[in-house]
């Protein structure tokens, strides 16, 4: 019987089996190299995709701003903007508080607003009678003129001008008048800013430390506050006064037809005179400080004087005088009799003490 040669059960599979060993053909090899291309394409194509990706973001970020960019240390946006709107609510508060501190600083729109008048004559707001300024009680009577509260006692209720009766009816307008009047202090030039009523004119001049002060010496016509006046004297009169310590005893001889004896401490330049007036009983001798009635400090003074075996000896206070006058005063003062000799020497010590 003859075999065929046509892949029978044994032939075929031998034959498939050297089938599967044979070397590969070029349709294989070209099939496998088209698979490698197509990866790599692939693989090429998405690491480019990428790269313009990369490139991208990087010239996004170049084009941002510092300021735009959000830095580590800075806080998300919605804490800003609560942050801001603290800031605003604070400087809200913060303008309310100004306008109404400055409502408060400026007169209220219903106040009137003050005035400038100029009097021709000052002294109708003075008294009649004792020519002081008018103060509040001010009484008139039924014709319309007006005194003073003192005035009208002293007067027993009597008008000074009518004689009618005065004292039991207040004249309010005067009263109005003489509070809403101010003026500026007649030592304004010495340096003295108060603005005051009217009616305390006196009062304030009689306390004021501007008050000024004239030259003790003769012929001399220097008027200055307190401090430059001793300057001056101690520079134009100063051949001409005693000079002393504080707190220190001191000799001065006053001869009978002297009638004062300047004297300047070393140290302070402060301006005494020693004031010397001749009486029926003998001689009154006393210390006089010049400076304001209403200087912050005050003077005590211990003068004694001896003859032979006799000796006199007083302790009391300088008397405050803006401008000297040699005449007696109703103080203490330091009686030298007569039977002392022309000239005496006196032992003299002058101390500060504050008031």
Same mark, same amino acid.
Request: hydrophobic share 30%; charged share 30%.
């Given at each position: 019987?003859?075999?065929?040669?046509?892949?029978?059960?044994?032939? %075929?599979?031998?034959?498939?089996? =050297?089938?599967?060993?044979?070397?590969r053909? !070029?349709?294989?090899?070209? %099939?496998?190299?088209?698979?490698?291309?197509?990866?790599?394409?692939?693989?090429?194509?998405?690491?480019?995709?990428?790269?313009?990706?990369?490139?991208?973001?990087?010239?996004s970020?170049?084009?941002?701003?510092?300021?735009?960019?959000?830095?580590?240390?800075?806080?998300?946006?919605?804490?800003?903007?609560? %942050?801001?709107?603290?800031?605003?609510e604070?400087?809200?508060?913060?303008?309310?508080?100004?306008?109404?501190?400055?409502?408060?600083?400026?007169?209220?729109?219903d106040?009137?607003?003050?005035?400038?008048?100029?009097?021709?004559?000052?002294?109708?707001?003075?008294?009649?009678?004792?020519?002081?300024p008018?103060?509040?009680?001010?009484? *008139?009577?039924?014709?319309?003129?007006?005194?003073?509260?003192?005035?009208?006692?002293?007067?027993?209720?009597?008008?000074?001008?009518?004689?009618?009766?005065i004292?039991y009816n207040?004249?309010? @307008?005067?009263?109005?008048?003489?509070?809403?009047?101010?003026?500026?202090?007649?030592?304004?030039?010495?340096?003295?800013?108060?603005?005051?009523?009217?009616?305390?004119?006196?009062?304030?001049?009689?306390?004021?430390? &501007?008050t000024?002060?004239?030259?003790? =010496?003769?012929?001399?016509?220097?008027?200055s506050?307190?401090?430059?006046?001793?300057?001056?004297?101690?520079? @134009?009169?100063?051949?001409?006064?005693?000079?002393?310590?504080?707190?220190?005893?001191? !000799?001065?001889?006053?001869?009978?037809? *002297?009638?004062?004896?300047?004297?300047?401490?070393?140290?302070?330049?402060?301006l005494?005179?020693?004031?010397?007036?001749?009486?029926?009983?003998g001689?009154?001798?006393? +210390?006089?400080?010049v @400076?304001?009635? !209403?200087?912050?400090?005050?003077?005590t &003074?211990?003068?004694?004087?001896?003859?032979?075996?006799?000796?006199?000896?007083?302790?009391?206070?300088?008397?405050n005088?803006?401008?000297? +006058? !040699?005449?007696?005063?109703?103080?203490?003062?330091?009686?030298?009799?007569?039977?002392?000799?022309?000239?005496?020497?006196?032992?003299?010590?002058?101390?500060?003490?504050?008031?």
């Amino acid at each position: 019987m003859a075999r065929f040669s046509a892949f029978g059960d044994e032939d %075929g599979r031998e034959a498939r089996r =050297h089938a599967s060993k044979r070397p590969r053909t !070029s349709s294989d090899e070209s %099939g496998q190299t088209a698979t490698v291309s197509r990866d790599r394409f692939f693989f090429s194509r998405r690491r480019r995709m990428i790269e313009i990706r990369e490139e991208s973001e990087m010239e996004s970020d170049a084009a941002l701003s510092d300021s735009d960019r959000l830095s580590p240390l800075e806080e998300p946006d919605e804490y800003a903007e609560e %942050g801001d709107q603290e800031e605003e609510e604070d400087d809200n508060d913060d303008a309310e508080e100004e306008e109404e501190e400055e409502l408060q600083d400026q007169p209220s729109r219903d106040a009137p607003a003050p005035i400038t008048v100029t009097l021709t004559d000052p002294d109708v707001l003075d008294c009649p009678i004792c020519l002081d300024p008018l103060s509040p009680p001010v009484y *008139q009577c039924e014709n319309g003129h007006i005194s003073c509260a003192s005035c009208c006692t002293k007067m027993k209720n009597k008008c000074g001008t009518c004689s009618w009766p005065i004292g039991y009816n207040r004249c309010r @307008a005067i009263e109005m008048v003489l509070e809403s009047v101010k003026i500026a202090c007649k030592n304004t030039q010495h340096g003295c800013g108060e603005t005051i009523n009217y009616s305390k004119k006196h009062d304030h001049e009689k306390t004021c430390i &501007y008050t000024p002060c004239a030259c003790p =010496h003769q012929l001399c016509t220097h008027v200055s506050i307190f401090n430059s006046l001793y300057k001056h004297f101690a520079t @134009a009169h100063s051949h001409a006064c005693k000079k002393f310590f504080f707190n220190t005893v001191f !000799s001065v001889v006053v001869e009978t037809s *002297q009638r004062c004896l300047f004297l300047q401490e070393r140290l302070e330049d402060i301006l005494f005179v020693l004031d010397h007036t001749i009486d029926s009983l003998g001689s009154f001798i006393s +210390v006089v400080c010049v @400076a304001p009635t !209403s200087s912050n400090r005050s003077f005590t &003074y211990d003068i004694s004087a001896k003859d032979g075996t006799s000796s006199i000896r007083v302790k009391a206070v300088a008397e405050n005088m803006p401008k000297w +006058v !040699s005449q007696p005063r109703a103080k203490k003062l330091f009686l030298m009799p007569k039977d002392f000799i022309d000239s005496v020497k006196i032992e003299l010590m002058i101390q500060s003490v504050a008031k």
